[in-house]
């Protein structure tokens, strides 16, 4: 690894802020999160579950109404939004969550660039960064604080370059990432690398029983319910991925690699962010 890129340690991770006694969820931000295209609800309710699990105040799941059902007896937690969204219903404390599971239809492209024209924090993952290779940086329209969660497929189509090539240059790429589309940056993988504003690390924690379907729509999910908390965007990244990655640890050590499935990250969230406020107290 490049010696620039830094390897997180426990010590070094950004604390999840404190509640106060008299907290109400109003001062947890409201996630909303952008997906479930037909027969993609499931990625929609992963992503919805992991920002209330971070501690997002309220999570609304924006989506297509064929996963209503699917959501509601999931996360009976989230309100739901019907595509389209009517975007100047948002609140003031909104961070935005797009891909999981999107598509990559019309609807999704004409909510995409709703969403960039938009000075809402916002994570952009999946079929959103997909859409964004083919129509491009002008999608982002305005300035805003956005985390963009590639794996190394998702970073070859934004490059337009072989998958290949991403594997063989990591640090070349996530740098070509952010100078061509702004913004910052996980480049997801064994490793995952972080390019924010000042972060510029690496994640020696996570496992390939962590690659199944749905475990970066949990990362998603993680990293908007942080941003809502209010962290900066660097510390939303780096904590953001570190949990997600020691909570794919724990998940592996209980059930074995094979067996992992994206909801049991989630089911370990809680014990990992237990185990950093006591080295945090
Ligand atoms: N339950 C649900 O509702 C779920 C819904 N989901 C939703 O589905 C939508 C599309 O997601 P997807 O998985 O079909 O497409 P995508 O990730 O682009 O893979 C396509 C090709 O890309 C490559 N590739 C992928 N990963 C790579 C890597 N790490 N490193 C290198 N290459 C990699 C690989 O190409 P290959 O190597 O096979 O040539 C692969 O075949 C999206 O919205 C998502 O949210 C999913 O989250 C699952 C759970
Ligand atoms: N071999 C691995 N080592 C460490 N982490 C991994 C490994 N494979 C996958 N992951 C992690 O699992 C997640 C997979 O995300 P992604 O490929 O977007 O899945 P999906 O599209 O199914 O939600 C990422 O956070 C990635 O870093």
Not at 165 to 185: E, K, N, P, T
Not at 242 to 253: E, M, P, S
């Given at each position: 690894?490049?010696?620039?890129?830094?390897?997180?340690?426990?010590?070094?991770l950004?604390?999840?802020?404190?509640?106060?006694?008299?907290?109400?969820?109003?001062?947890?931000g409201?996630?909303?999160?952008?997906?479930?295209?037909?027969?993609?609800g499931?990625?929609l309710?992963?992503?919805?579950?992991?920002?209330?699990?971070?501690?997002?105040?309220?999570?609304?799941?924006?989506?297509?109404?064929?996963?209503?059902?699917?959501?509601?007896?999931?996360?009976?937690?989230?309100?739901?939004?019907?595509?389209?969204?009517?975007?100047?219903?948002?609140?003031?404390n909104?961070?935005?969550?797009?891909?999981p599971?999107?598509g990559?239809?019309?609807?999704?492209?004409?909510m995409?660039?709703?969403?960039g024209?938009?000075?809402?924090?916002?994570v952009?993952?999946?079929?959103?960064l997909?859409?964004?290779?083919?129509?491009?940086?002008?999608?982002?329209?305005?300035?805003?604080?956005?985390?963009?969660t590639?794996?190394?497929?998702e970073?070859?189509?934004?490059?337009?370059?072989?998958?290949?090539?991403?594997?063989?240059?990591?640090?070349?790429?996530?740098?070509?990432?952010?100078?061509?589309?702004?913004?910052?940056?996980?480049l997801?993988?064994q490793?995952?690398?972080?390019?924010?504003?000042?972060?510029?690390?690496?994640?020696?924690?996570?496992?390939?029983?962590m690659?199944?379907?749905?475990?970066?729509?949990?990362?998603?999910?993680?990293?908007?319910?942080?941003?809502?908390?209010?962290?900066?965007?660097?510390?939303?990244?780096?904590?953001?991925?570190?949990?997600?990655?020691?909570?794919?640890?724990?998940?592996?050590?209980?059930?074995?690699?094979e067996s992992?499935?994206?909801?049991?990250?989630?089911?370990e969230?809680?014990?990992v962010?237990?185990?950093?406020?006591a080295?945090?107290?």
């Amino acid at each position: 690894m490049d010696d620039d890129f830094v390897a997180l340690t426990w010590e070094r991770l950004p604390k999840i802020p404190k509640r106060s006694p008299d907290a109400h969820k109003g001062r947890f931000g409201h996630v909303f999160v952008l997906g479930g295209a037909p027969g993609m609800g499931g990625a929609l309710a992963l992503a919805a579950a992991a920002a209330y699990r971070i501690g997002a105040g309220l999570v609304t799941a924006v989506g297509h109404p064929s996963a209503v059902p699917y959501l509601t007896s999931a996360l009976p937690e989230a309100t739901w939004w019907d595509w389209p969204p009517s975007f100047s219903a948002l609140p003031d404390n909104a961070v935005l969550a797009v891909g999981p599971g999107l598509g990559q239809g019309l609807a999704a492209h004409d909510m995409l660039s709703e969403v960039g024209s938009l000075p809402i924090p916002q994570v952009w993952d999946a079929d959103a960064l997909n859409i964004l290779a083919r129509f491009g940086a002008p999608l982002l329209s305005a300035k805003a604080v956005r985390l963009f969660t590639p794996h190394p497929g998702e970073a070859a189509r934004l490059l337009a370059m072989p998958l290949p090539d991403v594997q063989l240059d990591r640090i070349g790429v996530i740098h070509a990432l952010q100078s061509r589309y702004g913004g910052h940056w996980v480049l997801k993988g064994q490793h995952s690398l972080m390019l924010g504003e000042t972060a510029r690390c690496y994640c020696p924690w996570g496992n390939p029983g962590m690659a199944t379907g749905g475990s970066g729509d949990v990362l998603t999910g993680v990293l908007a319910g942080l941003l809502a908390q209010g962290l900066s965007a660097d510390d939303a990244l780096i904590l953001g991925v570190a949990i997600h990655a020691l909570a794919g640890d724990r998940a592996a050590r209980r059930l074995g690699e094979e067996s992992l499935l994206a909801s049991n990250i989630l089911e370990e969230l809680p014990f990992v962010i237990q185990e950093l406020n006591a080295i945090h107290v």
